[in-house]
T-cell receptor, first 114, second 113 residues
Framework: DGGITQSPKYLFRKEGQNVTLSCEQNLNHDAMYWYRQDPGQGLRLIYYSQIVNDFQKGDIAEGYSVSREKKESFPLTVTSAQKNPTAFYLC?????????????FGPGTRLTVL | AQTVTQSQPEMSVQEAETVTLSCTYDTSESDYYLFWYKQPPSRQMILVIRQEAYKQQNATENRFSVNFQKAAKSFSLKISDSQLGDAAMYFCAYASSGDKLTFGTGTRLAVRP
């Protein structure tokens, strides 16, 4: 079945540690996205990549980094510079990089900083 | 930046009844797209319905329909014959060719059996 997978489902981090969230898609989509979801705030865009080997900052990129070396993979690293990283993280993809295309979402990763 | 407002944090509906979720947006564009996404308890978001602003006809998908009022910048979602599986968080979203997908803060819908 085609879809988006995210791992792990739950992640615990000590303060000062970097962690990497995995996102893989087998939909052959060009574009991939990372969102952060906090209670009462909807989804906020962290980074996006409209084509392999290229990515752009979203609205809240500070303290995060990404790479897009393969079309199917778009890992997100939460660095120690991110001041409040506890949140739910959603990865998405769309067939093309135009914003009005339907985005398909993964099941998410819940990150908790201890 | 475009804004999307959902003024109803929570709604409740009796099973088999109809409920309408509200959404307003702000834009200076004439051509854009509006979406309703559903986030069930599993938290994996799925697209419910999409409306293109240049189309006057309201979009429908089975029990889901929208009331798109372009002049009023309003985009409400009507769920008919509500089912227990409709219980979820619903997000209204906006995008255009030049503007990223922007989400509202969501409406949590409860369905009473």
């Amino acid at each position: 079945d085609g879809g988006i997978t995210q791992s792990p489902k739950y992640l615990f981090r000590k303060e000062g540690q970097n962690v990497t969230l995995s996102c893989e898609q087998n939909l052959n989509h060009d574009a991939m996205y990372w969102y952060r979801q906090d209670p009462g705030q909807g989804l906020r865009l962290i980074y996006y990549s409209q084509i392999v080997n290229d990515f752009q900052k979203g609205d809240i990129a500070e303290g995060y980094s990404v790479s897009r070396e393969k079309k199917e993979s778009f890992p997100l690293t939460v660095t120690s510079a991110q001041k409040n990283p506890t949140a739910f993280y959603l990865c998405a993809s769309s067939i093309f990089g135009t914003w009005y295309n339907e985005q398909f979402f993964g099941p998410g990763t819940r990150l908790t900083v201890l | 930046a475009q804004t999307v407002t959902q003024s109803q944090p929570e709604m409740s509906v009796q099973e088999a009844e109809t409920v309408t979720l509200s959404c307003t947006y702000d834009t200076s564009e004439s051509d854009y797209y509006l979406f309703w996404y559903k986030q069930p308890p599993s938290r994996q978001m799925i697209l419910v319905i999409r409306q293109e602003a240049y189309k006057q006809q309201n979009a429908t998908e089975n029990r889901f329909s929208v009331n798109f009022q372009k002049a009023a910048k309003s985009f409400s979602l009507k769920i008919s014959d509500s089912q227990l599986g409709d219980a979820a968080m619903y997000f209204c979203a906006y995008a255009s060719s030049g503007d990223k997908l922007t989400f509202g803060t969501g409406t949590r819908l409860a369905v009473r059996p």
